[in-house]
């Protein structure tokens, strides 16, 4: 039997709420305690209600004042090593607070502002009491939407510069300012920074900080960037050392330095002797990769956690009644991880 989405109260509240770009619960108050609205934000609500021609009931009054207990995880992709582990340690937290997951692969390659729209009404509709966004492929667009949607959203292992979005990360910034100054304090003048071709909001950050390390030394940045997929490196590589090659290379992506490690090897190179290698994620590459690799540890279960534990504050408060002061951007905790690949 067909159902006529216009019958489905579900619906019709939550296409308020994305309208208005308010939560459920605001909605529900509109049309049962009114006067705990401001005058703006309710005259809003009260006008798209109107026009939609809206009609509460029962059922739609208890959606908006209950939690579903489910999470939507988004990402980018999952053959990315880093985003397995995160995913693995965001479902290990929401399994301690008995919330279930709903994951979300975002294809950016297929991005347009009309599917992205798509994209987020999907979420949205699958009735969430909240979003961990693992994707670092983040534009004005996406902030918008995330700005507007009805569910607390939590940017996971990202960060922007909007201080109205919450984020949880490490200091990517920082993170890389401070392994660029230590590997110029052992002697090396020769750094490079090895990202990647498409654009990403975390690797911007990581060049920002490499970037000032050396100027503050009086070195001269060399940024190269090179496709995502380390398959295609090989070729760019060797390329690359014909003509001359670094002291040190930090690389934005552990899988990129692994490949990278193979090219200087095969280019008749030794590493850490010749070319020292750093990585930025400490993912499952940088244990295979012979020498073993260097890392930035992004702790991947402590960022889960810590998004898990926002995300539930932000739920809680989009419930209540009362302004709820939540600090909206944190840092976890990084550390370097010495291993074969730096002297």
């Known amino acids: 039997m067909k159902i006529d989405s216009k019958m489905n109260n579900q619906t019709t509240i939550m296409e308020v709420a994305l309208a208005a770009g308010v939560s459920l619960a605001t909605v529900s108050r509109v049309t049962n305690h009114p006067e705990k609205v401001k005058k703006e934000t309710r005259e809003k609500i009260e006008r798209i209600i109107k026009e939609k021609g809206y009609k509460p009931n029962l059922n739609a009054k208890s959606l908006a004042s209950s939690k579903s207990t489910t999470v939507a995880v988004v990402v980018p992709e999952l053959a990315r090593s880093s985003i397995g582990g995160m995913v693995d340690g965001i479902a290990a937290c929401a399994q ?16 347009n502002e009309e599917n992205e729209e798509e994209f987020w009404s999907t979420i949205l509709s699958s009735v969430v009491d909240g979003i961990l966004f693992v994707d670092d492929e983040i534009n004005q667009e996406k902030i918008d ?27 990517y910034f920082k993170a890389v300012y401070e392994i660029t100054k230590e590997m110029i304090s052992r002697g090396n003048k020769k750094i490079w920074i090895i990202s990647t ?41 060797k390329e690359m050392f014909e003509q001359d090659h670094p002291e040190v290379a930090i690389v934005v992506r552990d899988s990129i330095a692994t490949s990278l490690v193979n090219a200087v090897v095969n280019s008749g190179l030794k590493v850490p ?13 940088s244990e295979l990769s012979r020498p073993s690799l260097t890392c930035i540890n992004t702790p991947i279960f402590d960022l889960g956690e810590a998004a898990m534990d926002l995300l539930m504050e932000l739920i809680d408060a989009n419930q209540s009644e009362e302004p709820v002061n939540i600090d909206v951007k944190k840092y976890v905790d990084y550390n370097i991880v010495w291993r074969e690949s730096t002297k």
Do not use: W
């Open 96 to 111: 301690k607070r008995n919330y279930l997951l709903r994951l979300f692969v975002h294809h950016a390659g297929d991005a």
């Open 273 to 285: 002797d010749d070319v020292q290698v750093i990585g930025c994620q400490n993912a499952r590459y």
């Open 145 to 171: 939407l995330i700005k507007k949607s009805y569910a607390p959203v939590v940017l996971t292992s990202v960060e922007c510069n909007d201080e109205e979005v919450p984020s949880v990360s490490i200091n």
């Open 197 to 237: 071709v498409r654009k990403y909001l975390v690797n911007d950050l990581k060049i920002n900080g490499y970037k000032k390390a050396m100027e503050e030394a009086g070195l001269t940045p060399e940024v190269k960037y090179v496709p995502g997929n380390p398959e295609l490196n090989s070729t760019i590589f």
